[in-house]
């Protein structure tokens, strides 16, 4: 919270010293978390500093500048996957994957297990099994299912919902100390689920965010 705090305030500075026409360039600055090709569509994990000063996608379930948090047991990743060069602020897709933690979450080198889960209710961007704590609640009423995560897909135009997915999900690398990590996932929708079979391979670096009490750290 303070390093984005940090770079917001920097980002205000400079925007109060520099002209108009560098103003507006500094804005489309990017900053590139991943990159993930949807059915042989190639997309890119980004945020810029116009938004992050907007606060443009507030609306996002994790919020504009997080990619994956640890909250009341449960570790939530998000993917916010756009082309390079999009003009079209509703046109993106949405990966939002949770699953169970422990002490000795995360594992490097471990791969964790996405599967559809019925039981839960996924959703969409504006309500989400994130704000919900549906899975949460499913994991302490059924700790047989602990070792299994979940994901969901939205889509433009109507980002109505999202689509169950099952695959799985890996942590390459990471440091503990200050909460980085390297991920991989791969991913797919259900025949049966949409019309569309989606195919998702995609990677990321973040800085993991760990919510106590309402309080975050790293």
């Known amino acids: 919270m303070k390093h984005s705090l940090s770079i917001l305030l920097l980002a205000m500075f400079f925007m109060a010293v520099l002209s108009s026409c560098e103003k507006k360039e500094i804005l489309k600055n990017k900053t590139v978390y991943g990159e993930a090709t949807i059915n042989n569509k190639c997309l890119l994990q980004y945020t810029t500093i116009g938004e992050g000063v907007s606060n443009k996608y507030w609306f996002l379930p994790l919020g504009h500048d997080n990619n994956f948090i640890v909250k009341e047991g449960v570790c939530y990743f998000q993917m916010f ?7 079209d602020s509703e046109n ?8 169970h933690t422990d002490e000795n979450f995360p594992v490097i080198g471990k791969e964790y297990k996405i599967v559809v889960q019925n039981q839960i209710e996924l959703g969409n961007i504006y309500n989400s099994f994130y704000w919900s704590g549906e899975l949460r609640d499913f994991y302490s009423g059924n700790p047989e299912f602990e070792p299994y995560g979940i994901a969901g ?29 390297s991920i991989s996932y791969n991913l797919e929708s259900d025949d049966n689920t949409v019309g569309e079979k989606y195919r998702i391979v995609g990677k990321f670096n973040g800085k993991l965010k760990i919510i106590v009490n309402s309080k975050s750290y790293f």
């Open 81 to 87: 996957l756009r082309d390079c060069e999009e003009t």
């Open 92 to 99: 993106f897709w949405l990966i939002l994957i949770g699953c």
């Open 153 to 181: 897909l939205s889509r433009s135009p109507s980002h109505y919902e999202f689509i169950p997915l099952d695959g799985s999900l890996l942590f390459l690398k990471g440091d503990s100390k200050v909460g980085e990590y």
